[in-house]
């Protein structure tokens, strides 16, 4: 470059420079793109995990728990009756049946939960107030249905007149049994309970299959003095939370 005149080899350096200058622009934009894609998004939706509880529904003077009792010409329904039992008999010579609504506090759980599995237990009454040989199980065909209750009600204005509407969809039926004092212990009600959640909970009507006389399945509830032979209800559920 000795002979190159002075104001050529500025013009080839400045044309380098700006050469290497774009050059570099391109590679750092480049790598910033590459960079900025690697990254991730704010507003990505963490993963989620499932876990499992247990809750035990076993309330003492249970409020949502009521003894309906009649005829088209009687009514004995009691809120604060120490059992509650599926029956049927004769008063003054007049068939008489004897029902049960019973609801647990299940509007408690959390929200979004997924029921996985519920059991009922209800306890046979030591002691029992109707039927009439003293046994809590009588009769020939003493088998029960559970159904869920679709109306409101209120234990203060209840009446066998006024009794709440239930529906046949997955009622549960509980065979008969020849056993003076068999309870119930975790029966599957499951899909009742799943149904309840899904709707309003009215809670379930206990009543005989067939409403015959001499027929009863008497138990304890939750206003009876032993506290261990409350009506229960256990339930296992799942519910998403952040990981």
Not at 19 to 35: G, P, R
Not at 120 to 132: E, I, R
Not at 149 to 164: F, G, L, Y
């Amino acid at each position: 470059l000795k002979n190159t005149p002075k104001h050529l080899t500025m013009k080839v350096l400045l044309k380098s420079l700006l050469l290497v200058t774009l050059l570099s622009q391109f590679i750092f934009s480049t790598c910033e793109k590459e960079t900025v894609a690697e990254q991730p998004e704010e507003d990505i939706i963490k993963d989620s995990v499932t876990i499992s509880d247990t809750v035990v529904l076993n309330p003492h003077h249970n409020p949502g728990e009521v003894h309906i009792f009649g005829n088209p010409y009687l009514d004995q329904t009691y809120p604060d009756a120490v059992e509650i039992l599926g029956g049927a008999g004769t008063y003054d010579g007049v068939l008489t049946t004897i029902r049960a609504v019973l609801k647990f506090g299940q509007d408690t759980l959390p929200q979004d939960v997924e029921v996985q599995s519920a059991k009922l237990t209800l306890y046979s009454n030591p002691t029992p107030l109707n039927g009439n040989n003293g046994n809590a199980n009588i009769g020939n065909d003493n088998s029960l249905l559970i159904q869920r209750v679709t109306s409101s009600w209120d234990t203060a204005t209840i009446k066998w007149a006024n009794q709440p509407a239930t529906t046949t969809e997955n009622e549960i039926t509980v065979p008969h049994t020849n056993v003076p004092f068999e309870d119930i212990i975790d029966l599957d009600v499951t899909q009742l309970v799943k149904d309840i959640q899904s709707n309003i909970n009215y809670g379930v009507l206990i009543r005989l299959k067939n409403e015959e006389p001499y027929n009863f399945r008497i138990f304890c509830s939750s206003k009876y003095e032993d506290e261990t032979k409350h009506p229960k209800l256990e339930i296992i559920y799942t519910k998403k939370v952040p990981a």
